[in-house]
């Protein structure tokens, strides 16, 4: 068993024992079994899958920082939400508002732009979640 501990700057999303985590880190998805080795990851804007007695839950999970030690995985997201919790329209809008905030900043610093298509994916990633694709 796993312990997962899910925290965002607002709350504990979740603290529960589960038998497997996957999540999206800046390399690539990673699949978290018991006794896996430790790791510190930042996180990519991606649904977060956990399973738990033989049931999978997700959750859209933007920035932060995964870490597995001791059978301890630790999530700390900049947001992570369930898709009973997502509105569709507030993400459709976001997803808008990002896009024109990249396009202002194509040509500008490269920080600006990866923060524009961060916003983009996570907007899509809670666009994906809520629609259940």
Do not use: C, W
Request: proline fraction near 3%; charged fraction near 25%; glycine fraction near 6%.
């Amino acid at each position: 068993m796993l312990k997962l501990e899910i925290v965002t700057p607002e709350k504990r999303v979740f603290d529960a024992e589960v038998d497997s985590v996957t999540v999206t880190t800046a390399t690539g998805e990673a699949g978290i079994l018991p006794n896996h080795a430790p790791l510190i990851s930042a996180l990519k804007p991606g649904i977060l899958t956990y399973t738990a007695k033989g049931s999978s839950d997700k959750l859209a999970v933007s920035g932060g920082f995964v870490e597995v030690n001791n059978n301890t995985v630790s999530v700390l997201a900049d947001t992570a939400s369930t898709a009973d919790e997502i509105d569709v329209a507030e993400a459709r809008a976001d997803k808008e508002a990002a896009e024109k905030a990249f396009a202002a900043v194509a040509t500008g610093a490269i920080e600006d732009t990866e923060q524009a298509r961060d916003q983009i994916e996570a907007a899509n990633v809670r666009i994906q979640l809520a629609s259940g694709k």
